[in-house]
């Protein structure tokens, strides 16, 4: 009657495609020491991998690597974006490496271990999550 569907079975895993040409997309520059920032939104996971003046030498995000809807937020997808920088880190030839976390989503911490179990030696872990000092404006104040 028309085309029949095929339903892949997958467990959100990360697609090998999409893996393979994250890795293939890295920098020809070497460096030993560089910076990861890892931005934990709700909704998503950033790693962005930098030199110590700042400039941006590789990213991935868990979106990238094929997680869609609410399972880029996860703990595990964090994980897999985690050991895709940390492979693409030692390409680059990275042996040092500072950690700025910000954000509040569930894979902070998931994505920092997965990086560091690649054999990286940690400088240090700094927390830059913005914090409201004053809060929201108050409700006007009500008229009767």
Same mark, same amino acid.
């Given at each position: $009657?028309?085309?029949?569907?095929?339903?892949?079975?997958? /467990?959100? %895993?990360?697609?090998?495609? !999409?893996?393979?040409?994250?890795?293939?997309?890295?920098?020809?520059?070497? $460096? &030993?020491?560089?910076?990861?920032?890892?931005? %934990?939104? +709700?909704?998503?996971?950033?790693?962005?991998?930098?030199? !110590?003046?700042?400039?941006?030498?590789?990213?991935?995000? =868990?979106?990238?690597? /094929?997680?869609?809807? %609410?399972?880029? /937020?996860?703990?595990?997808?964090?994980?897999? %974006?985690? &050991?895709?920088?940390?492979?693409?880190?030692? $390409?680059?030839?990275?042996? &040092?490496?500072?950690?700025?976390?910000?954000?509040? /989503?569930?894979?902070? &911490? =998931?994505?920092?271990?997965?990086?560091?179990?690649?054999?990286?030696?940690?400088?240090?872990?700094?927390?830059?999550?913005?914090?409201? +000092?004053?809060?929201?404006?108050?409700?006007?104040?009500?008229?009767?």
């Amino acid at each position: $009657m028309g085309k029949k569907r095929i339903a892949k079975k997958g /467990g959100g %895993a990360v697609d090998g495609g !999409e893996k393979a040409r994250a890795l293939s997309k890295i920098p020809k520059k070497k $460096m &030993e020491k560089a910076v990861l920032n890892v931005k %934990a939104t +709700y909704n998503n996971i950033l790693l962005t991998l930098c030199d !110590e003046k700042g400039n941006t030498i590789a990213w991935t995000s =868990s979106g990238a690597l /094929g997680f869609k809807g %609410a399972k880029k /937020g996860t703990p595990f997808a964090a994980a897999k %974006a985690g &050991e895709l920088m940390g492979d693409k880190a030692k $390409m680059i030839g990275i042996k &040092e490496v500072d950690i700025v976390v910000k954000g509040i /989503g569930a894979g902070r &911490e =998931s994505a920092m271990r997965a990086f560091i179990s690649k054999g990286f030696k940690l400088r240090t872990i700094k927390d830059s999550t913005p914090i409201p +000092y004053n809060g929201p404006r108050l409700p006007k104040a009500r008229r009767v």
